[in-house]
């Protein structure tokens, strides 16, 4: 996954990105940098809207004619009026600072979960609709926590309790304990068969997916 920070106080671009490991985040601290920037594929854009060369805006209303990633406006703008703007201009989330970090990380989740297919081991989970379609052309439904679980197994190379617990708690909004997800992971195993996939590894070394041959 990638997120694309354009923000001209370092700092804080450093700061964010930190919190969104191990999301990919790439800085830009300009306008024109920014517009350097489009045609690269982007999961989510995070847009400071006062850059040292221009309006954060003027860069949203021609992305928005070259694509459709989701851009969440972070900004010190913090009138209705400009925060009414910032979702005329058809921005998915306007942030005024200052903001938490973890709020940010939630919104963020949250937009990559909801409109992002995840491609792996010849699969596309479509993470908004519960639906994991092979290769070979069949496909499973999942619950919402099955989805959290094979996001999360699909976004790491090794993914432990902790990390699905998180995981489901920021997709669903739901606690879940280790006896929920290991009772979720006996359950995927058995679904995983139809589309030739495979969940190994254990509670002590971590979980990953993997595709039968």
Not at 2 to 30: F, G, Y
Not at 32 to 42: R, V, Y
Not at 111 to 136: E, M, P, Q, Y
Not at 179 to 208: C, F
Request: some cysteine.
């Amino acid at each position: 996954m990638n997120i694309l920070l354009i923000e001209d106080d370092a700092i804080l671009s450093d700061t964010i990105c930190q919190s969104l490991k191990p999301v990919r985040c790439v800085q830009c601290n300009s306008l024109s940098g920014a517009f350097d920037q489009t045609e690269e594929q982007w999961d989510v854009i995070l847009l400071d809207l006062n850059l040292p060369d221009g309006s954060g805006m003027q860069f949203l209303q021609i992305l928005l004619e070259i694509s459709d990633v989701p851009v969440i406006i972070i900004s010190s703008r913090d009138s209705n009026q400009e925060i009414i703007a910032g979702y005329t201009a058809q921005a998915d989330d306007y942030l005024v600072k200052p903001f938490g970090l973890d709020i940010l990380r939630a919104k963020t989740d949250r937009i990559l979960f909801r409109t992002h297919t995840l491609r792996k081991s010849g699969c596309i989970l479509v993470a908004d609709k519960g639906l994991l379609v092979g290769d070979n052309d069949r496909s499973i439904t999942l619950s919402p926590t099955e989805t959290a679980i094979l996001s999360c197994l699909f976004s790491r190379s090794l993914s432990h309790y902790s990390d699905l617990i998180r995981h489901i708690y920021t997709r669903t909004g739901k606690e879940a304990t280790v006896r929920t997800v290991s009772t979720r992971i006996s359950e995927l195993k058995r679904k995983l068969v139809d589309i030739s996939l495979s969940i190994i590894g254990n509670a002590s070394s971590g979980y990953s997916v993997k595709r039968d041959l």
